[in-house]
């Protein structure tokens, strides 16, 4: 019997996560993500914690069942509130599936953003678990390491209330947080579920260039046809468009990145450019180069 693909988007925030999840669970209807976006249940079963994350994108990128909306919500939501194991979490995504299938989805999804926080000790006490009862692909995305940083440091503003500040403490500090290791992250999926299972996505590269978006189809066995609007391509900064249902996007852009910060912060993360380098073999063409943007 053929397991069903459940599709494991790891990350990372600030990186136009949303606009893929758009892109693979609405406007391409490849993968079904259930109640909401992000349920974090693995990071939740890691960390032996009880938070809650229902209503993450729920409004439009749960793009529910149109036969049985409330149904797959309700019945869903039930299994997830049980008790908290791997055993429930697997039970979650076959009762979806089960739901969807009849509907053309070629897979289910968790598009949680925690489970790059997920240890690589973790990852194999419920690998073997995943791989019984599903092809697991795992994909993850990434941005401008400093651009997304700063995205991030518009919203968790740790001094002065400024982001300008905050970025330049958390760079100079050496007080990364963990959205910003990309190699560690990848390095980390790949050697649990091995090269094949894992698709590396830059975010400039996949909205700019059309055989990127044919990596990603060959990846998912999956024609896509279709990319999502994006507030993060092209950077437009302060003057980005205010699209529906990307919110979280376009408040992420408060103030302006001036050169002279881009500058600063280049000099004192480089390592994160050099170890994507060194596991990839190159850095992406836009990477730790300033843009201007509109002011």
């Not at 194991?85 to 289910?108: C, G």
């Not at 003057?239 to 004192?268: G, I, M, R």
Request: net charge negative; with cysteine.
């Amino acid at each position: 019997m053929t397991k069903p693909t459940l599709l494991l988007n790891v990350g990372t925030a600030w990186s136009a996560s949303s606009p893929l999840h758009y892109t693979l669970c609405l406007d391409n209807k490849y993968a079904h993500t259930g109640v909401c976006k992000e349920n974090w249940y693995l990071y939740n079963l890691h960390e032996n914690t009880n938070k809650q994350f229902r209503a993450s994108k729920r409004f439009k990128a749960s793009n529910v069942s149109s036969k049985h909306p409330d149904t797959i919500d309700d019945h869903n939501w039930r299994i997830l509130e049980g008790k908290r194991s791997i055993d429930t979490y697997v039970e979650y995504y076959k009762s979806l599936w089960e739901h969807v299938k009849s509907e053309n989805y070629e897979a289910v999804a968790d598009f949680c953003n925690l489970n790059i926080l997920l240890s690589e000790e973790f990852l194999y006490s419920i690998k073997d678990k995943l791989l019984d009862n599903f092809d697991v692909k795992v994909t993850m995305i990434f941005r401008d390491p400093i651009r997304r940083l700063f995205s991030s440091s518009n919203i968790n503003l740790i001094i002065n209330n400024n982001p300008i500040d905050t970025i330049k403490h958390c760079v100079q500090s050496k007080n990364l947080e963990p959205n910003a290791q990309y190699s560690e992250i990848y390095c980390k999926y790949r050697k649990v579920f091995g090269e094949d299972k894992v698709h590396m996505i830059v975010m400039e590269e996949l909205w700019s260039d059309y055989g990127k978006m044919i990596d990603l189809s060959t990846f998912l066995d999956f024609p896509l046809t279709k990319l999502h609007e994006n507030v993060y391509s092209p950077e437009m900064g302060i003057k980005a468009p205010h699209y529906d249902y990307l919110k979280d996007q376009w408040e992420s852009e408060k103030v302006h990145l001036d050169e002279e910060t881009y500058n600063y912060c280049f000099e004192h993360m480089d390592h994160v450019y050099s170890d994507f380098a060194k596991t990839f073999g190159r850095i992406p063409v836009t990477w730790g180069e300033y843009i201007r943007t509109p002011i």
